[in-house]
């Protein structure tokens, strides 16, 4: 079974190579409809979340990468190239439930649907994203 997932993640990453070299524009638009089916998909959990069948993530503490830290430093033993800081991502309160977990994401996936489809159909060039 696992070699089979490799083997659809190898045809998968080749296929999707090949048509960003035939069509870049149309695999930042396939990856921006990704994008709307995660917010989509988000939204639902929120629903199940406000309606009380997904009740113990409205109670469940947020994982420690989404709380807001000032900053982690790597430890001192490790070489001046491997030291560095980094600020938590979603920089959620300490008190932040997986409820607002789950909204900082579907925020998150809206902007990237927002630059991948909209920027787009305004015929704007696409550079490196800058998120």
Do not use: G, S
């Given at each position: 079974m696992r070699f089979l997932v490799i083997l659809a993640q190898a045809a998968f990453t080749t296929s999707f190579l090949l048509a960003y070299l035939a069509s870049p524009r149309y695999c930042h638009r396939f990856v921006g409809y990704l994008e709307e089916q995660a917010v989509v998909t988000y939204t639902h959990i929120l629903e199940g979340i406000d309606e009380g069948t997904l009740q113990e993530w409205r109670e469940r503490a947020a994982p420690d990468i989404a709380i807001k830290w000032?900053?982690?430093?790597?430890?001192?033993?490790?070489?001046?190239?491997?030291?560095?800081?980094?600020?938590?991502?979603?920089?959620?309160?300490?008190?932040?439930?997986?409820?607002?977990?789950?909204?900082?994401?579907?925020?998150?996936?809206a902007h990237h649907r927002f630059y991948r489809i909209y920027r787009h159909q305004r015929n704007e060039v696409i550079c490196l994203c800058p998120f």
């Open positions: 000032k900053y982690l430093h790597a430890p001192k033993k490790l070489p001046i190239k491997v030291q560095y800081c980094t600020l938590r991502y979603w920089q959620l309160p300490k008190e932040a439930t997986m409820r607002d977990v789950i909204l900082a994401i579907r925020a998150d996936e």
